[in-house]
Every structure is written in C-alpha cells, then in structure tokens.
C-alpha cells in the first residue's frame, strides 16, 4: 500500500470527517434516498398553510428526524425549516401581489396568529413590508 492509502485509510479508521462525508454522499446518491428527499420537499410545499412538524413529516417519510434534517440540508441547501419559511412567503408574496388579499387574510392563511411576527418574518425574507407588495 503507497503512502497516500495509508494516509486514507487512516482518515477512514479514525472516523473523521472523511466518514461521515462518504456516508452523506453515499446516501445521497442513492436514488431513493434523493426521490425521498424531493418527495418531502413536495409534501412541504402542498401542506404551506399547515403546521406540519419536522417529527410529522420524518415520520409520514419513515425517516429519523436527524437523517431528515442531515440529508435536506446537504441536497437543498438549506434547513427543512428554512425551507418551509421560506416558501410560505413565497407564496405570502405571491397572494399579496394579486391584491385579493390583506396582509391579516395572508398571515392567518399560513398559520401565523401574530400578524407582527409574519410581518417581521415577511420584511426579513423578502426585504420589504408585506403591505408595500400589494398593488395601490
């Protein structure tokens, strides 16, 4: 064995962050896993105005909640509860822009009881106030 493997395979004996990166990658790359994985982020994007949990969602998909939260991160980029703020105010901006909507109607929709906090999230996510999105 050339000094490079032995090198490697130490990194892999140790139980490094080579390891768990080679596990990532391994499930990630596994069809399922990927199909799985896009399937929940469906099922997120269906269920905007609900109050579905991480536990409800890892346990619908018969997956833990670690491996959930691990894998979502490493192919979305980005926290299963990123996500899901964040689509609700795509979909907040979306509602807003058409005018049909007040900003009291849009919050209660997707599940936020204090309109300040919607409004703050809002402002953060998308930069301006949810009232300055609908047409005058």
Do not use: C, W
Not at 63 to 89: C, E, G, P, W
Request: hydrophobic fraction near 35%; charge should be positive; glycine fraction near 4%.
């Amino acid at each position: 064995m050339n000094e490079k493997n032995k090198q490697l395979q130490l990194h892999i004996e140790e139980g490094s962050v080579f390891n768990y990166i080679n596990a990532v990658s391994a499930a990630l790359n596994h069809p399922y896993e990927n199909n799985r994985l896009l399937l929940i982020k469906k099922e997120i994007e269906t269920q905007i105005e609900s109050k579905i949990s991480i536990e409800e969602l890892a346990s619908q998909f018969a997956i833990s909640v670690s491996k959930l939260q691990r894998d979502f991160k490493t192919l979305f980029n980005s926290s299963v509860y990123q996500f899901f703020t964040h689509a609700k105010m795509d979909e907040a901006y979306r509602r807003l822009k058409t005018g049909r909507y007040s900003v009291m109607e849009v919050g209660y929709d997707l599940g936020y009881s204090n309109l300040s906090k919607f409004s703050q999230m809002f402002k953060k996510i998308k930069g301006v106030s949810p009232k300055d999105v609908i047409p005058a």
